[in-house]
């Protein structure tokens, strides 16, 4: 089993910035992909973005496409999601999660394919 702890989320302005990080502990070498979701109240939970450990690929929801960008340093095993220009609309509880199966990268913006999770960290955009 993979632990997961998330940091980085806060109070931030329309147009700000956050940077989200995903520390993992435990069975580290046994997850092909990190990915970020996030729910707001009333909200079903969305699949942000998410990257291949194995081959860097990566997904990002139309939503954040071309603001959001997600990284991760395998020998740190740490993943990232850098939020740029946000919106009130980007509010919500974001969770990283990792995945022990090994599928193509648009599989994983499925939450099912995700068997560890983290406790998630609150984003609030808001002037």
């Known amino acids: 089993q993979v632990q997961l702890v998330e940091s980085g989320g806060g109070l931030v302005q329309p147009g700000g910035s956050l940077r989200l990080s ?7 070498s046994d997850y092909y992909a990190i990915g970020w979701f996030r ?7 969305e699949g942000v973005s998410c990257i291949s450990t194995t081959d860097g ?13 997600i ?5 740190k095993n740490t993943g990232y ?3 740029n220009s946000l919106k009130p609309a980007d509010t919500a509880v974001y969770c990283c999660a990792t995945s022990a199966i090994r599928a193509p990268i648009l599989v ?3 939450y099912t394919f995700f068997g560890s999770w983290g406790q998630g ?7």
């Open 39 to 45: 729910q707001a109240p009333g909200k079903e939970r």
């Open 108 to 110: 994983y913006s499925d």
């Open 22 to 28: 995903c520390a993992a502990s435990g069975f580290t």
């Open 57 to 69: 690929s990566t997904y990002y929801a139309d939503s954040v496409k071309g603001r959001f960008t």
């Open 81 to 83: 999601l850098q939020m």
């Open 121 to 127: 960290t609150q984003v609030t955009v808001s002037s």
């Open 71 to 75: 990284s991760r340093d395998n020998a």
